[in-house]
Every structure is written in C-alpha cells, then in structure tokens.
C-alpha cells in the first residue's frame, strides 16, 4: 500500500507500524562518522559502465521523480568496490528538503547536505528479478552522491531532466538517451556499509556506496525539486508540492562503516 509519506500522520515517525523493519538491525540513512570509518585498503575502485541506449523513461512515482532503464540485460552495470560481481542499473531518483540547508538522507559527521541522488541497481547475477533481489541481505546496491548548491549559470542536465518531467504533465515521458555516470563526480573514493532501502517497504537487502564528492546544482534546480508535484497534482483543489521526501538518519546497531581512502 502506498498511503505512507513525509507527513506528520504517515511520516517516517510512524512507519514501523505498518512496516516493523523500519527498527531493525540495518536501516538507511545512517550519519557517516569519518573518523569511525575503517580504511580497506583491499576495496577496488568502483567501476560504472552504462550504455545511455538503456533509459527509458522518467516518472513522477509519487515520493520522487524517477528515471527507469531497461534492466532485462547487462546493458549498464555497476562492479568493484564492496560488490562481488556486477550488479545492474535499475532507476535513479533524489531525495531533497524544503530549503537549501538540508534534505539529503546520509549525514557526513552530522552535517546536511540539501540532496542526496540515489543510482540503484540489483544483483541479476545471483537473482533473476529486481523484486527477488530486493529480499536479500546482497541483493540491491546503490550508490548514493551528495548534491551541493552552486549557483552556476550553465544548464545542468539535471534540469533537462526536470523539464522533460514538468512539461509532459508530470506523469511519464520518454527518455532517450541519458547516461548517469554524467552526474557522477570526478573523484569515485566512498564509503561503504550494509543498510536498507530508506522508503517502505525498507527492505534490508542495500549494500550502500556514498561518494565522498558532492556534485553541484544550483537553488533554482533544487526549487524546481519541490514545486515537481505542484505541476501533477490530478486533484486541483488540493495543489501540493513534494517539499521534503528525506528519511532521518537511523541507528547505527554495530555496523561498521569503511572507507576507500585514508
Ligand atoms: C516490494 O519491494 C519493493 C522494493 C523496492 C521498491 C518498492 C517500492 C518503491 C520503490 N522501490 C525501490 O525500488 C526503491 C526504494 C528505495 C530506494 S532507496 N531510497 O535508494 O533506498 C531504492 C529503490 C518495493
Ligand atoms: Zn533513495
């Protein structure tokens, strides 16, 4: 069912009463201490191939924006650091707040960040379904980039994205021909630990990737995040925008946090 949301009556406050593993052992986000972080020096450097021919398309599902690829084959995968194997791009998607001073869901030392992009892909070499995947402890990874406001004057392709999503009413457009690692930050050293998916059904099964590099996009992108819904609203007598779609960081419970870099 999909009647939970950011809101004070079906926030992330009460998810764990319809979805009692929003207090388990390994939930997403977590706060990144860094000075806890263990180096391992033993993890390769990860390693994104994407084929821009496999985006699909962009919708408006309801908690963000997301764009879709064609995941039947190995067209774009994701290898290296934590993962055995490659692991198949599925979606991306953001998270964002009302206002520029936070909104992201991972926390670096305590400190906010006002978005957060979310590059999400399944293990199809050990499951045979993203669903499947989406129930193993191994069986999701994604990579999780920090976004920073600079007010810069060139048209990132971010808003392309968003433009194609504000003028086809808001619901689904095609895509042609996008391929993500453009969004990706020149340096690829991260963190790494075992988590969750941060929405319901807040499945147990991510293995997270955190870019220590954020990428950059200005206020107006940002503010353009949060009027998105505003545009898609069916019901015109209750207009509202997706202001916040961020989860608070979540307990820790033991788990160890590593790091690619001293
Ligand atoms: C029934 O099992 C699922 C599994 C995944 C679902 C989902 C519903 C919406 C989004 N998803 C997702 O694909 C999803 C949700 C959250 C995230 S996140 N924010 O990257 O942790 C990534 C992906 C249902
Ligand atoms: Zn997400």
């Given at each position: 069912?999909?009647?939970?949301?950011y809101?004070?009556?079906n926030?992330?406050?009460?998810?764990?009463?319809?979805?009692?593993?929003?207090?388990?052992?390994?939930?997403?986000?977590?706060?990144?201490?860094?000075?806890?972080?263990?180096?391992?020096?033993?993890?390769?450097?990860?390693?994104?191939?994407?084929?821009?021919?496999?985006?699909?398309?962009?919708?408006?599902?309801?908690?963000?924006?997301?764009?879709?690829?064609?995941?039947?084959?190995?067209?774009?995968?994701?290898?290296?650091?934590?993962l055995?194997?490659?692991?198949?791009?599925?979606?991306?998607?953001?998270?964002?707040?009302?206002?520029?001073?936070?909104?992201?869901?991972?926390?670096v030392?305590?400190?906010?960040?006002?978005?957060?992009?979310?590059?999400?892909?399944?293990?199809?070499?050990?499951?045979?379904?993203?669903?499947?995947?989406?129930?193993?402890?191994?069986?999701?990874?994604?990579?999780?980039?920090?976004?920073?406001?600079?007010?810069?004057?060139?048209?990132?392709?971010?808003?392309?994205?968003?433009?194609?999503l504000?003028?086809?009413?808001?619901k689904q457009?095609?895509?042609?021909?996008?391929?993500?690692?453009?969004?990706?930050?020149?340096?690829?050293?991260?963190?790494?630990?075992?988590?969750?998916?941060?929405?319901?059904?807040?499945?147990?099964?991510?293995?997270?990737?955190?870019?220590?590099?954020?990428?950059a996009?200005?206020?107006?992108?940002?503010?353009?995040?949060?009027?998105?819904?505003?545009?898609t609203?069916?019901?015109?007598?209750?207009?509202?925008?997706?202001?916040?779609?961020?989860?608070?960081?979540?307990?820790?419970?033991?788990?160890?946090?590593?790091?690619?870099?001293?």
């Open positions: 069912m999909d009647n939970w949301g809101a004070d009556h926030g992330p406050k009460v998810w764990h009463e319809l979805f009692p593993l929003a207090n388990g052992e390994r939930q997403s986000p977590i706060d990144i201490v860094t000075k806890a972080a263990i180096y391992d020096p033993s993890l390769p450097p990860i390693n994104v191939d994407y084929d821009p021919s496999s985006v699909k398309l962009i919708m408006n599902s309801g908690h963000t924006f997301t764009v879709e690829f064609d995941d039947g084959e190995d067209k774009s995968v994701i290898r290296g650091g934590p055995h194997g490659s692991y198949r791009l599925q979606q991306f998607h953001f998270h964002w707040g009302p206002c520029d001073d936070y909104g992201a869901e991972h926390k030392d305590g400190r906010d960040y006002p978005a957060e992009l979310h590059i999400v892909h399944w293990n199809a070499e050990k499951f045979s379904s993203f669903v499947e995947a989406a129930q193993n402890p191994d069986g999701l990874a994604v990579l999780g980039i920090f976004l920073k406001v600079r007010n810069l004057i060139r048209i990132h392709l971010l808003s392309i994205c968003l433009i194609f504000l003028y086809q009413d808001g457009s095609s895509f042609t021909n996008f391929d993500p690692s453009c969004l990706l930050p020149d340096c690829k050293e991260f963190w790494t630990y075992p988590g969750s998916l941060t929405i319901p059904p807040l499945l147990e099964s991510v293995i997270w990737i955190l870019l220590k590099e954020p990428i996009v200005s206020s107006r992108q940002l503010s353009q995040f949060r009027s998105l819904f505003s545009t609203e069916t019901d015109e007598s209750k207009p509202c925008c997706m202001e916040k779609n961020h989860r608070p960081v979540q307990p820790l419970k033991g788990r160890k946090v590593r790091a690619s870099f001293l």
